[in-house]
């Protein structure tokens, strides 16, 4: 039995129509709300075992009183969600806090739709009806504030232009942001008035602000300007010069995981982890899958019987691929495919362990990772072993090395990784040092040997010609020197 909307439900079961997770006994009749879902029957082997999970935030009987205002009783012991904002000791004093003290007010974006809001001490900030009236009003708040005067010429090219060139609008509108919301202050009356010079001083402008300039940033002005050219509405040529504004890019040296780290992740990912978990880390380790590949992997895009997976689109390079794994990648697909949600809404290969049971985004998955993966993360201390960072990306980076060491040539290292170019792959491929000092030592002796083995040629004396003409043959006749008189 449910009350309330869909996001706040208070919930009544029945006795016996729950058990506990721990034991399986059944549990009493109980109701539960917003962070406060989860029951179990309080033995003490079940709340022992239920402590090692980390989802949750244990709390002892009589140590924390409850939320709600008037109430001295304390919070029941259990397992709460660690995102709630309050505890409560029980559905009704949850009910009587949320409703407590609510106007209606209107909705900030100036729709003019009234929308309930909570007053804890006085009303303050921004009131939306939705998410998405939220999403508008920000947008149109950023434009005002970031593009001021120039804001219809920017529109139009986000409205046309950008809108069909880019994938993702956002992060084109967060670095023209930055450009415009410069040039609103140095007081920039017109387009045509950006010179070489302004954008010198716009990057000046972000390292003094401590604004980070991200390496497409340069190349979204310079697409802006060109749009500008080539709708008339500039004159003048690109203020972008590549050799007086890009800074050389820097090459870091392949990162390949050793033999030693990948038997630690796997022996943590066996006692730590679970099915999803390990997949994820075979597909990245065999196949060398972006995390943003392996979250939008579909169940018909893995074929077990050709040993290949089908990367779709979107991906960075826009172009579909075939990557094939190998049998420790096919191990842990069974495993997990056995234990998949046969009833899932959708047909994602990997999902979060939640109700919902929502795809994996990279975000989440990066973060389930390094649950399992690192000592630490979040401030709060895991583990007694593992990394002390961990990078997903790291694993296309032993991809390529391991294929690269066993002899893979560079078309077959191109096609599986995804790289468009030689260069871009060669930085992913770690070569074996000892390999090239043995390569290096050989090539010197041989150039030794050819340098010995080669005729020379020495340049007589005035003496020594004098005795060749007397028929006296000179000093080291029998010397593979050639004579040059």
Same mark, same amino acid.
């Given at each position: 039995?449910?009350?309330?909307?869909?996001?706040?439900?208070?919930?009544?079961?029945?006795?016996?129509?729950?058990?506990?997770?721990?034991?399986?006994?059944?549990?009493?009749?109980?109701?539960?709300?917003?962070?406060?879902?989860?029951?179990?029957?309080?033995?003490?082997?079940?709340?022992?075992?239920?402590?090692?999970?980390?989802?949750?935030?244990?709390?002892?009987?009589?140590?924390?009183?409850?939320?709600? $205002?008037?109430?001295?009783?304390?919070?029941?012991?259990?397992?709460?969600?660690?995102?709630?904002?309050?505890?409560?000791?029980?559905?009704?004093?949850?009910?009587?806090?949320?409703?407590?003290?609510?106007?209606?007010?209107?909705?900030?974006?100036?729709?003019?739709? $009234?929308?309930?809001?909570?007053?804890?001490?006085?009303?303050?900030?921004?009131?939306?009806?939705?998410?998405?009236?939220?999403?508008?009003?920000?947008?149109?708040?950023?434009?005002?504030?970031?593009?001021?005067?120039?804001?219809?010429?920017?529109?139009?090219?986000?409205?046309?232009?950008?809108?069909?060139?880019?994938?993702?609008?956002?992060?084109?509108?967060?670095?023209?942001?930055?450009?415009?919301?410069?040039?609103?202050?140095?007081?920039?009356?017109?387009?045509?008035?950006?010179?070489?010079?302004?954008?010198?001083?716009?990057?000046?402008?972000?390292?003094?602000?401590?604004?980070?300039?991200?390496?497409?940033?340069?190349?979204?002005?310079?697409?802006?300007?060109?749009?500008?050219?080539?709708?008339?509405?500039?004159?003048?040529?690109?203020?972008?010069?590549?050799?007086?504004?890009?800074?050389?890019? $820097?090459?870091?040296?392949?990162?390949?995981?050793?033999?030693?780290?990948?038997?630690?992740?796997?022996?943590?990912?066996?006692?730590?982890?679970?099915?999803?978990?390990?997949?994820?880390?075979?597909?990245?380790?065999?196949?060398?899958?972006?995390?943003?590949?392996?979250?939008?992997?579909?169940?018909?895009?893995?074929?077990?019987?050709?040993?290949?997976?089908?990367?779709?689109?979107?991906?960075?390079?826009?172009?579909?691929?075939?990557?094939?794994?190998?049998?420790?990648?096919?191990?842990?697909?069974?495993?997990?495919?056995?234990?998949?949600?046969?009833?899932?809404?959708?047909?994602?290969?990997?999902?979060?362990?939640?109700?919902?049971?929502?795809?994996?985004?990279?975000?989440?998955?990066?973060?389930?990772?390094?649950?399992?993966?690192?000592?630490?993360?979040?401030?709060?201390?895991?583990?007694?072993?593992?990394?002390?960072?961990?990078?997903?990306?790291?694993?296309?980076?032993?991809?390529?090395?391991?294929?690269?060491?066993?002899?893979?040539?560079?078309?077959?290292?191109?096609?599986?990784?995804?790289?468009?170019?030689?260069?871009?792959?060669?930085?992913?491929?770690?070569?074996?040092?000892?390999?090239?000092?043995?390569?290096?030592?050989?090539?010197?002796?041989?150039?030794?040997?050819?340098?010995?083995?080669?005729?020379?040629?020495?340049?007589?004396?005035?003496?020594?010609?004098?005795?060749?003409?007397?028929?006296?043959?000179?000093?080291?006749?029998?010397?593979?020197?050639?004579?040059?008189?």
């Amino acid at each position: 039995m449910k009350h309330g909307n869909s996001k706040l439900t208070i919930e009544a079961f029945a006795e016996g129509e729950r058990t506990c997770p721990a034991c399986g006994n059944s549990l009493p009749a109980h109701d539960t709300w917003p962070g406060a879902r989860f029951r179990y029957c309080g033995g003490a082997a079940c709340t022992e075992q239920l402590r090692k999970h980390d989802n949750g935030r244990y709390v002892a009987p009589s140590s924390i009183r409850c939320a709600a $205002e008037g109430c001295m009783e304390f919070v029941l012991e259990g397992f709460y969600s660690p995102y709630a904002s309050f505890l409560c000791c029980s559905s009704r004093c949850w009910q009587y806090r949320r409703t407590k003290r609510q106007e209606h007010v209107l909705c900030s974006c100036g729709c003019g739709e $009234e929308v309930q809001h909570r007053v804890r001490k006085a009303l303050h900030g921004r009131v939306y009806v939705s998410s998405e009236h939220h999403g508008c009003h920000e947008s149109e708040l950023f434009f005002d504030q970031a593009f001021g005067r120039f804001r219809p010429v920017v529109e139009e090219y986000f409205t046309n232009f950008a809108q069909m060139h880019y994938r993702d609008l956002k992060s084109v509108r967060s670095s023209l942001g930055r450009f415009f919301r410069f040039l609103n202050e140095i007081e920039c009356k017109s387009l045509d008035e950006v010179t070489c010079d302004t954008v010198t001083g716009f990057l000046v402008w972000s390292h003094k602000n401590n604004i980070g300039v991200r390496s497409d940033l340069l190349s979204c002005i310079t697409t802006f300007f060109k749009w500008l050219q080539s709708t008339g509405k500039r004159s003048a040529g690109n203020p972008v010069n590549s050799f007086l504004h890009r800074k050389k890019k $820097e090459k870091r040296l392949p990162r390949p995981l050793s033999a030693e780290e990948l038997k630690n992740a796997h022996q943590w990912l066996d006692e730590r982890g679970d099915a999803r978990l390990r997949l994820a880390f075979a597909i990245g380790e065999e196949s060398g899958l972006r995390i943003g590949e392996i979250c939008r992997l579909r169940v018909q895009d893995v074929s077990s019987e050709g040993q290949r997976l089908f990367v779709r689109l979107p991906n960075k390079t826009s172009r579909e691929r075939y990557a094939f794994f190998c049998d420790k990648t096919a191990t842990c697909l069974r495993e997990w495919l056995a234990e998949r949600d046969a009833s899932c809404t959708h047909d994602h290969l990997l999902y979060n362990y939640s109700k919902r049971q929502s795809p994996f985004t990279p975000g989440v998955l990066g973060e389930a990772l390094s649950r399992v993966l690192c000592k630490s993360y979040g401030g709060k201390v895991l583990h007694e072993q593992g990394f002390d960072k961990w990078s997903t990306h790291r694993l296309r980076h032993t991809m390529a090395t391991k294929l690269a060491e066993g002899g893979a040539d560079v078309a077959v290292l191109m096609s599986n990784g995804g790289w468009s170019n030689r260069d871009t792959m060669s930085g992913y491929v770690k070569v074996n040092q000892g390999q090239v000092k043995r390569g290096y030592e050989e090539a010197m002796r041989r150039a030794e040997c050819q340098e010995r083995e080669a005729p020379r040629t020495r340049v007589l004396t005035p003496q020594e010609v004098l005795q060749i003409r007397r028929g006296v043959p000179p000093r080291g006749q029998n010397s593979p020197d050639k004579h040059c008189v």
